[in-house]
C-alpha cells in the first residue's frame, strides 16, 4: 500500500513539474472571467440563482409537511386511530394539494432552471471559442511553432467546456448546496436546538477529515487535468505524424507509450475516484451514527414532551441531507483550483502577444525592390539573434539564391518579408517602403512564399487556390494555374477544378501539390516570391519540370529561392550565402564559384556526385 502511494505520488509530481505552470490570483480571473464573459448574461444568471434559491428550498417543505402530516393530520402524539382520521379527512386532503401543488411548482421551477443555465452556457461557449479562434488567427507565427498543436485544440474545445460547466451549472449547483446546508441547519436548530448541536459537534469532524485529505485531493486532480490535455497533444500530434510513426515501424512502440500514458491517467483517476469515495463512506459513516443518536434523543424528547413525534421526522429527513451538502460543498471545493488552473490556461492564449502592430502604408503599385539594412532579428524568448547585422539589395525583377548550411538564418529572412516578425535593429524595405510603416494585408499581398512542404487544405481544387486571394474570378484563377502549369492536369480531371483535394479528395502527387501551391501564391501576381527549397522533395525529372515552370513564371518578378542546390543557384542571377546567421558571401554563380568558402565547397561536392 505505502509502494503504491509512493509511486502515484512520484507520478503527480512528475506530471505537475513536467509541464508549464500558470499563476495569478483567483480573485483576478474571476472578476475578468465576469467581467468579459459572464456580465452581458447578468439578468440570466440572476434569474437563475433566484429559481435556484427557490428550488433548494424544495426537500425543506416536505420535510415540514411531513411534520405537518404527522402532528397535525395523522396525530401520532394523541395515539393515533382510524375514527380520528375521518375528522382529519379535510386536512389531509389539504396536505395532499399542498404537496402537489408545491411538487409541480418545484418541477416548473428546475426546468426553468436548467432551461436558463444551459442557454446561458452555451452563450458562454460559443463566446468564448470564437474569441479563442478569433486570437488563433491574430497569432504571432512563432506561437505556433513553439506549441503543440494538440494541447492549443484542447484550449478551445476542452478547458473552454470545463469554464462553461463551471461558470453555470456546477455554479449553481454548488449555490444551491451551500443554500441548502444554510437552510438545513437553520431549520433544525429551529425545531431543536439542542439536537441539533449533535450535528453541530460532528460537522467540525468531517471537515477537519476533509482538510486533511485536501492537499491531496487538489494535486490529483491538477494532475489529472494536466495529463489530460498533454495526451491530447501527443495524440493530436502522433496521429498527424502517422507517415513517419510507420516509415520507422514505431507503431507497437506507439501503442505501448499511448496504453503507458492511459494507465497514468486511469491510476489517477482512480486515486480521485477513491478520495470522493473516502469522503462519502466517512460521510456516511457520521450520518449513520449521528441518525441512531437523533432518533434515540429523538424519542426520548417526545417521550418527555419536549419533541413531538413529526419534528423527529422532520429531523431525520433532512439531517442526512446536511452531510451530502457538506460532501458535494467539499467536492466542489477540492476541484475549483484546478478549474482555475484551466481558466488561467485559457486567459494566457487570450493574453499571448499578437501579429505584429499593422502599419498604414499600402505597397500598392511599389516595386519588388528589396534592402535590407543592418538587420538583426532574435526570435522571441532567444538570446542568439537568428540573423545579425545583415545588410542587402535586391533590384526589382532579380532572381536569388539564398544558400547556406541547416539553421544560418535562411528561412527567417523569409519569415521578416512576410512581416511575421518585426527585427530588433536595422530596417526592411520594400518598394522602399519600411515594412515597419507598412500594412500586414497589403506585405502579403505582394510577397508571397512557397513552403517547402505545402499545405492542401480539404476542399476543391478552385477554393484550394481561391484561398490566395478570396475576390479571384475563375478567370484569375486559370491565368495562376497556367503559369505554374497546373492547368492541364485539372482539366483532365472529371470534375476540373470542382475536384476535392486534401483529406477527403484526390491525393495529388508531391509535384502537383507545388504546383498548387504556387498558383495560389501567383494568385495576386505577387511583385515578390519567395521559394522555400521548392524542389528538393522531388525526384529529377519533376524537379527539371517545376524549375522550367519556375524559369518562366519568375520572370519579371523579384525572387528569392532557398536551395541546397548549385543547378537551381546557377539559375539565378545572384547567390547570397548565410552562415550562422550571417551574410559571408554575395555574387553571381561564376564569381562565387571562384572564392573560397561555402558555395565553392558545395559545388564541389556536387559535382563529385
Ligand atoms: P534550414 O535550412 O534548416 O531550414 P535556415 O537557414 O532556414 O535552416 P532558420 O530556420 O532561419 O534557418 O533558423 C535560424 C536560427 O533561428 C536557427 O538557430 C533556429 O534554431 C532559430 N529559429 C528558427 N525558428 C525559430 C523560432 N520560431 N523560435 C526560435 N528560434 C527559431
Redesign the pocket.
Given at each position: 500500500m505505502k509502494a503504491r502511494t509512493r509511486r502515484l505520488n512520484a507520478l503527480i509530481e512528475r506530471v505537475l513539474n513536467d509541464l508549464e505552470s500558470y499563476e495569478g490570483s483567483m480573485i483576478a480571473d474571476l472578476r475578468r472571467l465576469w467581467r468579459e464573459y459572464l456580465v452581458g448574461h447578468r439578468y440570466r444568471i440572476l434569474l437563475a440563482l433566484t429559481v435556484t434559491a427557490v428550488w433548494s428550498v424544495f426537500p425543506f417543505i416536505t420535510a415540514m409537511l411531513t411534520r405537518f402530516l404527522v402532528d397535525q393530520v395523522l396525530l401520532v402524539d394523541a395515539g393515533y386511530d382510524p375514527s380520528m382520521f375521518e375528522e382529519q379527512f379535510p386536512l389531509f386532503i389539504r396536505y395532499a394539494v399542498i404537496l402537489f401543488g408545491v411538487w409541480g411548482f418545484f418541477v416548473l421551477a428546475n426546468w426553468t432552471r436548467n432551461w436558463l443555465i444551459l442557454d446561458t452556457g452555451q452563450r458562454v461557449i460559443y463566446q468564448l471559442r470564437k474569441q479563442l479562434h478569433e486570437k488563433l488567427q491574430d497569432l504571432h507565427?512563432?506561437y505556433f511553432?513553439?506549441h503543440e498543436t494538440g494541447k492549443i485544440v484542447s484550449r478551445v474545445l476542452d478547458d473552454v467546456k470545463v469554464i462553461q460547466n463551471w461558470t453555470t451549472t456546477y455554479f449553481l449547483d454548488f449555490s444551491a448546496n451551500v443554500l441548502r446546508l444554510i437552510i438545513g441547519l437553520g431549520l433544525i436548530f429551529f425545531i431543536n436546538w439542542k439536537l441539533s448541536l449533535l450535528i453541530v459537534v460532528v460537522l467540525p469532524f468531517y471537515a477537519y477529515i476533509y482538510l486533511r485529505m485536501r492537499p491531496n485531493i487538489r494535486r490529483n486532480s491538477i494532475a489529472i487535468r494536466r495529463m489530460n490535455s498533454n495526451m491530447y497533444a501527443l495524440s493530436a500530434e502522433r496521429i498527424a505524424g502517422v507517415a513517419v510513426v510507420k516509415a520507422f515501424t514505431q507503431e507497437k512502440h506507439e501503442i505501448r507509450s499511448f496504453a503507458k500514458r492511459m494507465n497514468n491517467y486511469v491510476r489517477l483517476a482512480l486515486q480521485a475516484i477513491l478520495y470522493a469515495q473516502q469522503l462519502t463512506l466517512i460521510a456516511g459513516m457520521i450520518t449513520a451514527v449521528v441518525s441512531g443518536a437523533v432518533i434515540y434523543l429523538g424519542v426520548t424528547f417526545v417521550r418527555v414532551g419536549t419533541m413531538s413525534f413529526g419534528d423527529v421526522m422532520a429531523f431525520i429527513q433532512i439531517m442526512p441531507n446536511l452531510f451530502v451538502h457538506v460532501n458535494a460543498v467539499t467536492r466542489y471545493m477540492t476541484q475549483i483550483e484546478a478549474v482555475f488552473v484551466v481558466i488561467r490556461r485559457v486567459f494566457y492564449l487570450l493574453d499571448e502577444f499578437e501579429d505584429v502592430p499593422p502599419g498604414k502604408i499600402s505597397l500598392d503599385g511599389m516595386t519588388g525592390k528589396i534592402e535590407f539594412d543592418h538587420v538583426t532579428f532574435r526570435?522571441?524568448?532567444?538570446e542568439?539573434p537568428?540573423?545579425e547585422d545583415v545588410s542587402f539589395h535586391i533590384d526589382p525583377g532579380e532572381k536569388i539564391a539564398l544558400m547556406?548550411?541547416?539553421?544560418?538564418?535562411?528561412?527567417?529572412?523569409f519569415?521578416l518579408l512576410c512581416r511575421f516578425y518585426d527585427p530588433q535593429e536595422g530596417v526592411i524595405r520594400i518598394g522602399g517602403v519600411d515594412l515597419v510603416d507598412a500594412d500586414t494585408g497589403s506585405i502579403r499581398h505582394h510577397v508571397r512564399m512557397v513552403q517547402?512542404e505545402p499545405v492542401v487544405f480539404s476542399g476543391t481544387i478552385a477554393e484550394n487556390i481561391a484561398y490566395g486571394d478570396l475576390d479571384a474570378t475563375p478567370a484569375q484563377i486559370m491565368t495562376a494555374t497556367t503559369q505554374a502549369e497546373l492547368h492541364d492536369f485539372v482539366m483532365s480531371l472529371p470534375v476540373k477544378y470542382e475536384t476535392e483535394v486534401g483529406r477527403n479528395g484526390i491525393a495529388l502527387s508531391g509535384g502537383q501539390k507545388q504546383r498548387l501551391a504556387l498558383s495560389t501564391a501567383l494568385l495576386t501576381q505577387p511583385e515578390v516570391l519567395l521559394l522555400?527549397?521548392t524542389t528538393s522533395a522531388l525526384d529529377a525529372d519533376t524537379e527539371r519540370r517545376i524549375r522550367e515552370t519556375l524559369d518562366r513564371v519568375l520572370e519579371g518578378r523579384t525572387s528569392i529561392i532557398?536551395t541546397?542546390r548549385i543547378a537551381t543557384a546557377r539559375n539565378c542571377d545572384r547567390i547570397l550565402v548565410?552562415e550562422n546567421?550571417k551574410l559571408t558571401q554575395e555574387g553571381t554563380h561564376d564569381e562565387l564559384r571562384k572564392r573560397d568558402g561555402f558555395y565553392r565547397r558545395i559545388l564541389e561536392q556536387q559535382e563529385s556526385i
Amino acid at each position: 500500500m505505502k509502494a503504491r502511494t509512493r509511486r502515484l505520488n512520484a507520478l503527480i509530481e512528475r506530471v505537475l513539474n513536467d509541464l508549464e505552470s500558470y499563476e495569478g490570483s483567483m480573485i483576478a480571473d474571476l472578476r475578468r472571467l465576469w467581467r468579459e464573459y459572464l456580465v452581458g448574461h447578468r439578468y440570466r444568471i440572476l434569474l437563475a440563482l433566484t429559481v435556484t434559491a427557490v428550488w433548494s428550498v424544495f426537500p425543506f417543505i416536505t420535510a415540514m409537511l411531513t411534520r405537518f402530516l404527522v402532528d397535525q393530520v395523522l396525530l401520532v402524539d394523541a395515539g393515533y386511530d382510524p375514527s380520528m382520521f375521518e375528522e382529519q379527512f379535510p386536512l389531509f386532503i389539504r396536505y395532499a394539494v399542498i404537496l402537489f401543488g408545491v411538487w409541480g411548482f418545484f418541477v416548473l421551477a428546475n426546468w426553468t432552471r436548467n432551461w436558463l443555465i444551459l442557454d446561458t452556457g452555451q452563450r458562454v461557449i460559443y463566446q468564448l471559442r470564437k474569441q479563442l479562434h478569433e486570437k488563433l488567427q491574430d497569432l504571432h507565427v512563432g506561437y505556433f511553432e513553439t506549441h503543440e498543436t494538440g494541447k492549443i485544440v484542447s484550449r478551445v474545445l476542452d478547458d473552454v467546456k470545463v469554464i462553461q460547466n463551471w461558470t453555470t451549472t456546477y455554479f449553481l449547483d454548488f449555490s444551491a448546496n451551500v443554500l441548502r446546508l444554510i437552510i438545513g441547519l437553520g431549520l433544525i436548530f429551529f425545531i431543536n436546538w439542542k439536537l441539533s448541536l449533535l450535528i453541530v459537534v460532528v460537522l467540525p469532524f468531517y471537515a477537519y477529515i476533509y482538510l486533511r485529505m485536501r492537499p491531496n485531493i487538489r494535486r490529483n486532480s491538477i494532475a489529472i487535468r494536466r495529463m489530460n490535455s498533454n495526451m491530447y497533444a501527443l495524440s493530436a500530434e502522433r496521429i498527424a505524424g502517422v507517415a513517419v510513426v510507420k516509415a520507422f515501424t514505431q507503431e507497437k512502440h506507439e501503442i505501448r507509450s499511448f496504453a503507458k500514458r492511459m494507465n497514468n491517467y486511469v491510476r489517477l483517476a482512480l486515486q480521485a475516484i477513491l478520495y470522493a469515495q473516502q469522503l462519502t463512506l466517512i460521510a456516511g459513516m457520521i450520518t449513520a451514527v449521528v441518525s441512531g443518536a437523533v432518533i434515540y434523543l429523538g424519542v426520548t424528547f417526545v417521550r418527555v414532551g419536549t419533541m413531538s413525534f413529526g419534528d423527529v421526522m422532520a429531523f431525520i429527513q433532512i439531517m442526512p441531507n446536511l452531510f451530502v451538502h457538506v460532501n458535494a460543498v467539499t467536492r466542489y471545493m477540492t476541484q475549483i483550483e484546478a478549474v482555475f488552473v484551466v481558466i488561467r490556461r485559457v486567459f494566457y492564449l487570450l493574453d499571448e502577444f499578437e501579429d505584429v502592430p499593422p502599419g498604414k502604408i499600402s505597397l500598392d503599385g511599389m516595386t519588388g525592390k528589396i534592402e535590407f539594412d543592418h538587420v538583426t532579428f532574435r526570435y522571441p524568448g532567444q538570446e542568439k539573434p537568428a540573423i545579425e547585422d545583415v545588410s542587402f539589395h535586391i533590384d526589382p525583377g532579380e532572381k536569388i539564391a539564398l544558400m547556406g548550411p541547416s539553421g544560418a538564418g535562411k528561412s527567417t529572412i523569409f519569415q521578416l518579408l512576410c512581416r511575421f516578425y518585426d527585427p530588433q535593429e536595422g530596417v526592411i524595405r520594400i518598394g522602399g517602403v519600411d515594412l515597419v510603416d507598412a500594412d500586414t494585408g497589403s506585405i502579403r499581398h505582394h510577397v508571397r512564399m512557397v513552403q517547402q512542404e505545402p499545405v492542401v487544405f480539404s476542399g476543391t481544387i478552385a477554393e484550394n487556390i481561391a484561398y490566395g486571394d478570396l475576390d479571384a474570378t475563375p478567370a484569375q484563377i486559370m491565368t495562376a494555374t497556367t503559369q505554374a502549369e497546373l492547368h492541364d492536369f485539372v482539366m483532365s480531371l472529371p470534375v476540373k477544378y470542382e475536384t476535392e483535394v486534401g483529406r477527403n479528395g484526390i491525393a495529388l502527387s508531391g509535384g502537383q501539390k507545388q504546383r498548387l501551391a504556387l498558383s495560389t501564391a501567383l494568385l495576386t501576381q505577387p511583385e515578390v516570391l519567395l521559394l522555400d527549397d521548392t524542389t528538393s522533395a522531388l525526384d529529377a525529372d519533376t524537379e527539371r519540370r517545376i524549375r522550367e515552370t519556375l524559369d518562366r513564371v519568375l520572370e519579371g518578378r523579384t525572387s528569392i529561392i532557398i536551395t541546397q542546390r548549385i543547378a537551381t543557384a546557377r539559375n539565378c542571377d545572384r547567390i547570397l550565402v548565410f552562415e550562422n546567421g550571417k551574410l559571408t558571401q554575395e555574387g553571381t554563380h561564376d564569381e562565387l564559384r571562384k572564392r573560397d568558402g561555402f558555395y565553392r565547397r558545395i559545388l564541389e561536392q556536387q559535382e563529385s556526385i
